[in-house]
């Protein structure tokens, strides 16, 4: 049950942590696009701003998001597709932060999250499947 908890906590930071430097380099493109430039330095201070500043919003609902979406997904995996079980715990995390920003659009009516409204930066915060999944593996058993 620790393996399972700590598995999703990691989890739930990768996807935070990643949606936040997401949100801080596509913030930067935009400040680029207009013609300014922006030193490596800079990136990297914004980077970490929004990193240590985003987690009293961002970080509880991506938590709820995968408190949701990581169960069914193990329930999916094991009855039903037990040989999928990376690319299911994948799926389960970018439909959670789909689901998300869905969600975030329809009672807000933008997208906050300037990256989600990109493939790849949506596509990025589905790693905390991949995390989850690796962590989770129950050790092999020595004997």
């Known amino acids: 049950m620790i393996r399972i908890i700590g598995s999703f906590l990691a989890a739930i930071v990768c996807t935070y942590v990643l949606g936040a430097i997401f949100v801080s380099q596509g913030n930067i493109a935009g400040v680029i696009n207009l013609g300014f430039e922006v030193t490596t330095a800079q990136r990297f201070e914004a980077a970490v701003h929004d990193v240590t500043h985003m987690f009293t919003v961002y970080l509880p609902v991506v938590a709820v998001a995968f408190i949701i979406a990581l169960p069914v997904a193990a329930l999916i995996i094991r009855y039903l597709l037990p040989d999928l079980r990376l690319v299911g715990y994948v799926l389960a ?19 906050g999250i300037v990256p989600t409204r990109t493939m790849v930066g949506l596509l990025a915060q589905g790693f905390g499947g991949v995390v989850f999944h690796f962590l989770s593996i129950k050790p092999a058993n020595p004997n």
């Open 93 to 111: 995390g970018i439909a959670a932060m789909i689901a998300l920003h869905v969600i975030f659009k329809m009672v807000f009516g933008v997208s």
